[in-house]
């Protein structure tokens, strides 16, 4: 109960500014700096200026002033929060605290996936393209439509992103991502490519079937919770990576750290899925004037 | 001394099956395991047994949803509610499995 209390404590301290609270392993560590690995901010950048161009060229084409004003806020919105998840020390963070690396992933599957979703950025993304280019791309497209549904269909994306997120969190595949930098960044990919998945089931199959997409989420919501709450209540830290490292950035034993990060991901997830669930539930109220029959 | 009829129980199965059987699931396996992380080596076994009962309670109340088809009847209403909680406990014991499946028991 106590380590519980001062993981409660330590989760408030993530709010300030982490860098100037971080001690490293042992205490004695610099403070977490930021991550410039070409690999991740050259096609961070490379996806910022093709998307810039496209909205750029679609503007200037558009009649109407404010077009695609709400896509572009909600691909920036998306992409700085991918930025702050991988560049910013908050990723350097997650090498010493596994509490602060569950915040990167979070922010990767929980924020920037679905604000990626709903900016719809292919379609605009395609414009900074020839024409050429653009028209065989989009015969392309209408090859893979039948993949592409059967990938997005709410309950296949549902278990993939499931199925992602339990195997990467045996101890096994989550040690071998923290000793090896190219499976860390398959782990990372493939949180975000099923998650991109996810969200486009669910948020882009609402029309259809509202039900079925709230099922999804709350399918969701208890799975990540249930592994949220198994870690939040073990009291051995799962992870040699990070149960070798003594007292984290926080002053936490690696049991507490973890303790710290089963909590960030089973109530703040929980109440992502929760929400966009109850949001979906009102904007089909909205639609129906009050009537609605979730199922048809 | 009057018999019971098991068949105004149908609507029922599967609350009264998901229940006893996550039950019986958590006092087998994760309770024991407190005491003795080698009982841990049981959770799929358990697990599974523990599906099947609800599978099974399940489907004896889908049969008697089927055979109700007055939508104010009590017993619909009754083995539709049966039928949630089925799902319900469904989940809180594959949960239980998944986590036997990618944790060792004594790390818990």
Same mark, same amino acid.
């Given at each position: 109960?106590?380590?519980?209390?001062?993981?409660?404590?330590?989760?408030? @301290?993530?709010? $300030?500014?982490?860098? @100037?609270?971080?001690?490293?392993?042992?205490?004695?560590?610099?403070?977490?700096?930021?991550?410039?690995?070409?690999?991740?901010?050259?096609?961070?950048?490379?996806?910022?200026? +093709?998307?810039?161009?496209?909205?750029?060229?679609?503007?200037?084409?558009?009649?109407?002033?404010?077009?695609?004003?709400?896509?572009?806020?909600?691909?920036?919105?998306?992409?700085?929060?991918?930025?702050?998840?991988?560049?910013?020390?908050?990723?350097?963070?997650?090498?010493?605290?596994?509490?602060?690396?569950?915040?990167?992933?979070?922010?990767?599957?929980?924020? =920037?996936?679905?604000?990626?979703?709903?900016?719809?950025?292919?379609?605009? @993304?395609?414009?900074?393209?020839?024409?050429?280019?653009?028209?065989?791309?989009?015969?392309?497209?209408?090859?893979?439509?039948?993949?592409?549904?059967?990938?997005?269909?709410?309950?296949?994306?549902?278990?993939?992103?499931?199925?992602?997120?339990?195997?990467?969190?045996?101890?096994?595949?989550?040690?071998?991502?923290?000793?090896?930098?190219?499976?860390?960044?398959?782990?990372?990919?493939?949180?975000?490519?099923?998650?991109?998945?996810?969200? +486009?089931?669910?948020?882009?199959?609402?029309?259809?079937?509202?039900?079925?997409?709230?099922?999804?989420?709350?399918?969701? @919501?208890?799975?990540?919770?249930?592994?949220?709450?198994?870690?939040?209540? $073990?009291?051995?830290?799962?992870?040699?990576?990070?149960?070798?490292?003594?007292?984290?950035?926080?002053?936490?034993?690696?049991?507490?750290?973890?303790?710290?990060?089963?909590?960030?991901?089973?109530?703040?997830?929980?109440?992502?899925?929760?929400?966009?669930?109850?949001?979906?539930?009102?904007?089909?109220?909205?639609?129906?004037?009050?009537?609605?029959?979730?199922?048809? | 001394?009057?018999?019971?009829?098991?068949?105004?129980?149908?609507?029922? =199965?599967?609350?009264?099956?998901?229940?006893?059987?996550?039950?019986?699931?958590?006092?087998?396996?994760?309770?024991?395991?407190?005491?003795?992380?080698?009982?841990?080596?049981?959770?799929?076994?358990?697990?599974?047994?523990?599906?099947?009962?609800?599978?099974?309670?399940?489907?004896?109340? +889908?049969?008697?949803?089927?055979?109700?088809?007055?939508?104010?009847?009590?017993?619909?209403?009754?083995?539709?509610?049966?039928?949630?909680?089925?799902?319900?406990?469904?989940?809180?014991?594959?949960?239980?499995?998944?986590?036997?499946?990618?944790?060792?028991?004594?790390?818990?």
């Amino acid at each position: 109960m106590k380590g519980f209390a001062r993981a409660s404590v330590a989760f408030c @301290a993530m709010a $300030s500014p982490f860098a @100037a609270r971080a001690h490293g392993a042992h205490g004695t560590a610099a403070a977490p700096g930021w991550t410039f690995d070409a690999w991740v901010v050259g096609p961070l950048l490379l996806s910022l200026l +093709w998307y810039a161009t496209g909205y750029l060229r679609l503007r200037n084409r558009s009649t109407v002033a404010a077009a695609h004003h709400a896509s572009a806020g909600w691909f920036v919105a998306g992409w700085l929060v991918l930025a702050t998840a991988l560049v910013t020390p908050l990723h350097e963070a997650g090498e010493r605290s596994f509490a602060a690396h569950m915040l990167e992933h979070e922010l990767l599957m929980l924020v =920037a996936a679905p604000l990626m979703v709903l900016s719809r950025p292919i379609g605009i @993304a395609l414009w900074a393209l020839p024409q050429g280019v653009r028209r065989a791309l989009g015969a392309l497209g209408h090859g893979i439509s039948a993949p592409w549904r059967a990938l997005t269909a709410p309950v296949t994306a549902t278990l993939l992103q499931a199925v992602a997120l339990w195997l990467w969190h045996a101890p096994r595949l989550f040690d071998l991502a923290l000793a090896d930098p190219g499976w860390h960044v398959i782990q990372h990919l493939s949180f975000l490519a099923t998650a991109l998945l996810f969200w +486009w089931a669910v948020l882009h199959g609402r029309e259809r079937r509202v039900g079925v997409s709230v099922a999804c989420l709350f399918f969701t @919501a208890t799975i990540s919770g249930a592994l949220g709450a198994l870690m939040a209540f $073990s009291s051995s830290p799962w992870y040699a990576g990070y149960a070798s490292s003594g007292l984290d950035a926080f002053g936490l034993t690696p049991a507490e750290d973890q303790q710290l990060a089963g909590l960030l991901m089973w109530i703040p997830g929980g109440l992502v899925h929760a929400l966009a669930a109850l949001a979906m539930f009102g904007r089909r109220l909205r639609h129906d004037r009050g009537h609605i029959n979730a199922f048809d | 001394m009057k018999m019971p009829n098991f068949a105004e129980l149908k609507p029922w =199965a599967g609350l009264i099956a998901g229940m006893g059987a996550a039950g019986l699931q958590h006092q087998l396996v994760s309770d024991s395991i407190h005491f003795d992380c080698r009982y841990g080596d049981y959770d799929l076994l358990v697990g599974l047994a523990a599906l099947l009962v609800i599978a099974v309670g399940g489907l004896v109340s +889908w049969s008697s949803l089927r055979a109700q088809p007055d939508t104010d009847s009590t017993r619909r209403f009754v083995a539709q509610m049966s039928l949630m909680a089925t799902v319900l406990f469904a989940l809180m014991v594959l949960w239980g499995i998944m986590a036997g499946v990618i944790l060792p028991a004594c790390l818990l």
